[in-house]
């Protein structure tokens, strides 16, 4: 396609005393693009975000991320860069209101310029934070603690959090798992729309299987640490490894 990648991964090593958690991965990711990665339970998938975002670090390997050397930043750094992340486990403030929350994320995109006056920064995060809100229907939750909606919104919530600090490359680590088969289409078109709207390149860890087949263009199947597979899902399906991975292997 002749785009520079957004994010470029070279042979990244991370142990934890006996297990090797990644070894060698490497792969590339397309600006704009909706990028999954899969692998059954232990795989390194979380583990591989973690050192993109900065909470672990990989005994050896780069990462290049908008052709910046990212392994030596400190997470808020990577964060201002437009690196935004998800969790696995929901990491809302509970007894904040929905707003609050995704305020937050808005003011972790700062800084912003020294000389703008404290009321004209906390008006930009607002209309951020509300732009965001209206973008994911999530208005008229505006002002509910977030520990009080359900599951689904929450997540939803989340996801909104992350977005409204503006990312380029967002990670999302099973966005869809717990969610109803409505709330996962849903979630599905925000974050489509998103990639849409605000050009976000999304990179995606997934179990669901048919979802990824449906929505993402690229695919990274992780296997004990390693790459089993780099392409697009159509050959995944077809990957007679992958097909063990998942099937022989008891995933
Ligand atoms: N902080 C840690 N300390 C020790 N071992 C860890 C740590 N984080 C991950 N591991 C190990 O690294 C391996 C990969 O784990 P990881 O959580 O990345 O897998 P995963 O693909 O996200 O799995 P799941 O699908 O269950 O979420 C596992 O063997 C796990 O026990
Ligand atoms: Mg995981």
Do not use: C
Not at 77 to 94: A, K
Not at 136 to 165: F, I, N
Not at 221 to 236: I, T
């Amino acid at each position: 396609m002749g785009l520079a990648p957004i994010l470029e991964v070279r042979d990244l090593h991370l142990r934890f005393k006996g297990v090797a958690a990644l070894s060698g991965v490497g792969f590339t990711v397309e600006p704009g693009s909706f990028f999954a990665i899969i692998g059954p339970n232990g795989a390194g998938k979380t583990s591989l975000l973690n050192v993109l975002s900065g909470l672990y670090r990989p005994q050896s390997g780069e990462v290049r991320f908008l052709g910046r050397d990212l392994l030596p930043l400190p997470p808020p750094r990577r964060t201002r860069l437009g690196l935004g992340r998800t969790f696995q486990n929901l990491e809302l403030f509970r007894g904040m209101t929905v707003l609050e929350n995704v305020k937050l994320g808005a003011e972790r995109a700062g800084p912003y310029p020294l000389l703008w006056p404290r009321a004209d920064q906390e008006a930009r995060v607002r209309a951020r934070a509300e732009e965001v809100l209206e973008y994911l229907d999530l208005a008229p939750y505006r002002h509910v603690p977030a520990g009080l909606l359900p599951y689904g919104l929450q997540k939803r919530v989340e996801v909104a959090r992350a977005l409204a600090g503006s990312p380029r490359l967002l990670l999302l680590d099973e966005p869809m798992a717990g969610l109803a088969v409505e709330e996962r289409q849903d979630l599905a078109r925000y974050l489509q729309d998103a990639r849409r709207e605000w050009g976000v390149t999304l990179l995606w860890v997934e179990h669901d299987l048919r979802a990824v087949m449906e929505l993402s263009e690229r695919v990274l199947v992780l296997s004990y640490g390693q790459v089993l597979y780099h392409g697009d899902p159509e050959g995944a399906r077809r990957d007679p490894r992958v097909q063990d991975a998942y099937l022989g292997g008891g995933a």
